[in-house]
């Protein structure tokens, strides 16, 4: 692995660099970007399944989002959906500048939230030739609808408004507010979703925590997010392969079973690890290794 910068705009992203151990000079490789969810970085779910894809024989680039983890960006934790989406162009953008990459070989995989900025990404930079995702969210459709659809009309009013009063009193002068991006208790998240109790598991105990992870975001970033689809027009502008990864027992995987319908993609599919909640796709090795034997054969044929 090794550790990289590249620009989005004025901002320089923080990335590590995954190779496969037997790289050859002179070769050009098939390779993906790694997307990690809301609220992640690089060093978590993201980097772990970039480091099996080295395994695999991929070039495989995770990194930290704008304003996240070790990238520059302030305020800090501005979880802005139109950004996310950039930084993966922006990504795209490196990669096609080193000699071992196969510009005409690029592929991405988004985990979660990152799963909805890879989709909203191929829609526009065709360049991303092949789109994986694991436990995929549409981020703005979760925070309109909730994890099981019985979010309302009024609860996502309510969030815009959150976020402009934020806004208008950070811009007279008032600290940043922040929310928290998972549960502060796993009772806490029992009572939501039993994925929640596993989020404050990874997000917030030694199974996973990160101290450039502090699992909140800016309160501002609600009006965003709110307002955010991360599948608009995949009827007509998502036409790359597509293979979309879920647990069974996932809270989320009627997300991905919507998105298999709606893609205009010719080779789509939907593969289910039996078993697997949302979470642990994550990290548990069974389920990763689930995930992957999904996932290396679909980019190997379409990379």
């Known amino acids: 692995m090794h550790p990289v910068r590249f620009a989005n705009q004025h901002l320089s992203l923080a990335g590590h660099l995954h190779l496969p151990a037997d790289l050859q000079a ?85 985990i979660c939230a990152g799963g909805g900025y890879a989709t909203a990404a191929a829609m526009m930079d065709t360049r991303l030739k092949a789109i994986g995702t694991v436990s995929a969210v549409n981020y703005g459709q979760m925070y309109r609808q909730g994890w099981d659809k019985r979010g309302t009309p009024a609860e996502s009013l309510a969030l815009r408004d959150l976020a402009m009063a934020a806004r208008t009193a950070e811009a007279t ?33 030694p199974r996973a925590r990160h101290d450039n992870a502090p699992s909140r975001l800016t309160t501002r970033s609600l009006a965003q997010l709110v307002t955010f689809d991360a599948f608009h027009q995949a009827e007509l502008f998502l036409t790359q392969p597509l293979l979309l990864v879920a647990g069974s027992e996932a809270g989320t ?51």
């Open 253 to 303: 995987r009627w997300m991905s079973e919507a998105l298999h319908q709606r893609a205009a993609s010719a080779h789509k599919g939907l593969f289910i690890v039996e078993g697997a909640t949302h979470i642990g796709l994550y990290d548990q090795p069974q389920w990763v290794d689930g995930a992957l034997t999904g996932l290396i054969p679909f980019f190997r044929t379409h990379l």
């Open 26 to 110: 002179g070769v050009r490789y098939p390779t993906i970007v790694c997307v990690h969810p809301s609220g992640g970085v690089k060093e978590q779910t993201a980097g772990l399944y970039a480091a099996h894809l080295a395994k695999a024989g991929f070039i495989a680039l995770a990194f930290d989002a704008s304003y996240q983890g070790e990238s520059e960006g302030e305020p800090r934790q501005l979880e802005n959906p139109h950004v996310r989406v950039d930084d993966i162009s922006a990504a795209v953008d490196y990669l096609i500048t080193l000699a071992e990459v196969d510009p005409e070989r690029i592929g991405v995989l988004g």
């Open 173 to 205: 002068g008032a600290a940043i507010q922040y929310l928290p991006t998972t549960p502060l208790s796993r009772e806490q998240g029992e009572q939501l979703h039993p994925d929640w109790a596993e989020a404050f598991d990874y997000y917030r105990t």
